[in-house]
């Protein structure tokens, strides 16, 4: 079992920069690779970032690319989230995701069914 806690959401404006924290516990967080999705009203859950167990093989989906950074601080157990330039697009409800599976190891998955764990979610809301 793992469980993830995300924080760090908030109100900001557009431009603005903001950085989510996922905290976990449960089981080795240098065994699984960790991803962030996000959900915004009326949409589909959408892949934003991924990185490996080791943390040296990351990916992003094309529209936060050269804007969010994904990093993990494994002798924390946290993975991070640091948005810059943040735009009213990016505003959703955003999750951290475990996969534990050994074929994550060298690289994350940018498939939501490929996660295996969860985090409740923090709002981020970008106003223009």
């Known amino acids: 079992q793992v469980q993830l806690v995300e924080s760090g959401g908030g109100l900001v404006q557009a431009g603005d920069s903001l950085t989510l924290s996922c905290a976990a516990s449960?089981?080795?967080?240098?065994?699984?690779?960790m991803g962030w999705f996000r959900q915004a009203p009326g949409k589909e859950r959408e892949f934003v970032a991924t990185?490996?167990?080791?943390?040296?093989?990351?990916g992003y989906a094309d529209s936060v690319k050269g804007r969010f950074t994904i990093a993990r601080d494994n002798a924390k157990s946290t993975v991070y989230l640091q948005m810059n330039s943040l735009r009213p697009e990016d505003t959703a409800v955003y999750y951290c995701?475990?996969?534990?599976?050994?074929?994550?190891?060298?690289?994350?998955?940018?498939?939501?069914?490929?996660?295996?764990?969860w985090g409740q979610g923090t709002q981020v809301t970008v106003s223009s």
């Open positions: 449960g089981r080795t967080f240098s065994r699984y690779s």
């Open positions: 990185i490996s167990w080791s943390g040296v093989s990351t």
């Open positions: 995701a475990a996969d534990t599976s050994l074929n994550s190891r060298f690289s994350g998955s940018k498939d939501s069914r490929q996660y295996d764990y």
